[in-house]
């Protein structure tokens, strides 16, 4: 049964696309874990979380088992006594029902037992792997976007997919089979010496010469499978390869060429088919005549012990039975290993992305909600009331102290490798007093980046010696060629990625301090890849703020100019989003990304070609709405258009990670610099 489940997902996962470390061949997918005690220790551990269930399914296993094995024994009286009946009338016909009656009723625990064990395991087995898919989300949700950069979205879902169901089908079948084959095996092993250890001598030596052949052409068969699976994989890379480029291909007239490439790629995956193939097919007919063999030697000597030697009817017939049952134990001991060692492996991959080092946040500044008082003073709000005003809410910690002097408060620093205290005069509103006291600094939206150093990688720096200032209320621009760094610098103000040297300050705060979800939501972003997620419009625009009101979203969308084709759309607000917002284009999905950052409200903004994907016409209409849409924000607008930025209040040309000019449209045009060069079209844009 275990094995027709299993035969059958395969075959489902087959239309399903390969993943790196996915082969649908069983007797190619035989990995191992590099660390297998931990691996099974830590895989083994989501079931132990229900220690009386699972005690409960091996009772059931070991009883099964036991009883499977004992009730081929208790067929021997029943063969013996019937024997009896053949020449001594019905004396023994009493013990025959008594013997008949005791099989069935093992038969029936053993059913009963098997049947407890399935559905427990299965219980264990859904909830371990449940268990386990949650706790590999919730990493991935705390993982930084470095570690995305270096793995593919592909491999990330296989561990969700290919991964979890080969733990999960481990757990529910393949631990409890194969503890079951080894109690079978070893059990039947001890029925036939128990019965004749002459005859088992010659069962040995036919488990050993099948030992043999499943060494030496299974390993063959593995390496030829090994083959046709590298063929198979460059055939049909030639193919998805010929597909994408099928325009190309008929534009050089390169069809003979492509059809001939196939063709050899081809012949040499059926090379390679045909040989693990005829392999595969031999080995088990091979091994099917030698057990036959093996099992007419048995039956031979069987018969002349129970002439000459005394050996009964029942115990040769019982022996018989063992002898051609023992096979079955040792190929599930070896299918569950093959899969068990597998689903190791895809553990490990799991534990991996488990082990990671989660995004590193040592910020205790956070974000609270304020009222603003008639003197100018602020206060937080406590009862939970959203007012539209926020303020950084600034902590003591051990090396700084708050300090009242009078008409004024003061903050004073002690350096660990300095004497002299520094002292820095409070920018805010102090609340509470000693241990306890903090103050709050008003979000405004003032971003400084001072002398700022980054590379994704240590040997090479993306960004030097960065210096942009942006006061609350202003727009600042970059444009530059494609890799210049332009979208690096907003991926540094939000703490995407941490800088090398240098300084980012968020109204005076070091972002180092601040914690990332409290400065991450103090700033909207619209970025130039959309996405939209399953769900309503009105709820992908909601996503900006999830308790924004109705109201609060078309108000969003009307600001986005999105309102209208909103409004013609089958269900208006209320229309389905599918794929990523495949029913919609690609300018409708741009203008649903823009009220998502409309709806948040946030005094920071990030456009990152923001309306590289609107038209012309789209674009003037949006330009109104983002005028509204930016008042009294800091905007970053990062776009080549540059007819887009020409009101920003400064303009950054950056090359090779430089800002090379900066300053207002007018001033950069009078320079006759790099932009004059670019606005002009005396230099295009890359």
Not at 103 to 117: D, E, N, R
Not at 128 to 157: A, K, V, W, Y
Not at 469 to 486: C, D, L, N, R
Request: aromatic content about 8%.
């Amino acid at each position: 049964m275990a094995e027709d489940k299993r035969k059958k997902q395969s075959k489902q996962k087959q239309g399903q696309q390969n993943q790196p470390d996915q082969v649908n061949n069983p007797n190619s997918r035989y990995q191992k874990p590099k660390d297998f005690k931990k691996t099974a220790i830590r895989m083994f551990s989501y079931m132990t979380r229900h220690p009386l269930l699972l005690v409960l399914a091996f009772v059931c296993v070991i009883a099964s088992s036991l009883a499977s094995v004992g009730a081929t024994y208790l067929m021997r009286p029943i063969i013996n006594t019937l024997t009896e009946l053949a020449g001594q009338g019905t004396d023994a016909f009493p013990g025959l029902i008594r013997s008949v009656v005791t099989l069935l009723i093992v038969y029936c625990v053993s059913a009963i037992c098997s049947y407890c064990q399935a559905a427990v395991m299965a219980q264990l087995a859904h909830r371990g792997c449940n268990t386990l898919r949650r706790e590999l989300f919730e990493r991935l949700q705390e993982l930084p976007i470095s570690f995305f950069d270096q793995h593919p979205h592909g491999e990330l879902m296989s561990r969700f997919t290919n991964d979890a169901d080969n733990v999960q089908m481990a757990l529910e079948e393949s631990v409890v089979q194969l503890v079951a084959s080894v109690i079978t095996f070893v059990s039947t092993v001890a029925m036939m010496i128990y019965l004749s250890p002459p005859l088992f001598l010659v069962t040995l030596l036919t488990l050993f010469a099948l030992s043999q052949v499943f060494l030496r052409l299974g390993k063959k068969s593995r390496e030829y499978y090994a083959q046709q699976q590298k063929a198979l994989g460059q055939v049909n890379g030639n193919i998805q390869e010929m597909i994408e480029g099928l325009k190309v291909v008929k534009a050089f007239t390169h069809e003979e060429e492509a059809k001939a490439r196939f063709a050899e790629l081809n012949e040499s995956y059926r090379q390679a088919a045909t040989k693990a193939g005829f392999l595969s097919s031999v080995l088990m007919p091979v091994a099917g005549n030698l057990s036959n063999l093996g099992y007419a030697v048995t039956a031979t000597l069987g018969g002349a012990l129970t002439i000459f030697g005394g050996f009964d009817v029942g115990g040769l017939v019982i022996y018989l039975n063992y002898s051609k049952q023992l096979a079955q134990p040792l190929n599930q001991i070896s299918m569950e290993m093959t899969a068990l060692l597998s689903a190791m492996a895809g553990a490990e991959r799991i534990f991996q992305i488990m082990d990671s080092q989660p995004e590193l946040d040592e910020g205790n500044i956070t974000l609270v909600q304020i009222s603003k008082q008639p003197d100018g003073s602020i206060l937080p709000r406590e009862d939970g009331e959203r007012t539209g005003h926020w303020a950084w809410k600034v902590p003591q910690s051990p090396l700084e102290r708050l300090a009242d002097c009078g008409d004024r408060w003061q903050w004073q620093i002690q350096q660990p490798d300095e004497e002299r205290e520094t002292i820095r005069p409070a920018a805010g509103t102090v609340i509470g007093q000693g241990d306890e006291a903090y103050e709050l600094v008003e979000l405004r939206g003032d971003v400084r980046l001072i002398n700022v150093d980054f590379g994704y990688v240590p040997e090479k720096r993306v960004l030097h010696q960065v210096n942009v200032y942006a006061k609350p209320g202003e727009k600042i621009a970059f444009v530059g060629s494609t890799g210049a760094g332009k979208t690096t610098i907003t991926n540094l103000i939000n703490r995407f990625y941490e800088i090398d040297q240098g300084l980012i300050l968020v109204d005076g705060l070091d972002i180092r301090r601040i914690s990332k979800d409290a400065l991450r939501g103090a700033q909207g972003a619209v970025l130039q890849d959309t996405h939209l997620f399953t769900g309503t419009v009105m709820d992908n625009i909601r996503y900006g703020k999830l308790d924004a009101t109705d109201e609060e979203c078309i108000r969003a969308a009307k600001t986005a100019n999105a309102h209208s084709f909103i409004r013609r759309l089958p269900d208006g607000y209320q229309t389905m989003v599918t794929g990523d917002g495949a029913n919609l284009s690609q300018g409708q999905r741009q203008l649903l990304a823009i009220a998502r950052a409309a709806v948040a409200d946030p005094p920071i903004m990030v456009m990152d070609e923001a309306t590289s994907s609107i038209d012309t016409r789209t674009e003037a209409h949006i330009s109104r709405g983002m005028d509204a849409l930016m008042e009294d924000r800091t905007v970053f607008v990062i776009a080549h258009r540059l007819s887009t930025v020409r009101d920003a209040n400064c303009i950054a040309v950056i090359e090779d990670g430089r800002i090379i000019e900066k300053g207002p449209h007018k001033d950069l045009l009078d320079r006759q610099g790099r932009y004059y060069q670019l606005y002009t079209g005396q230099f295009q844009l890359t």
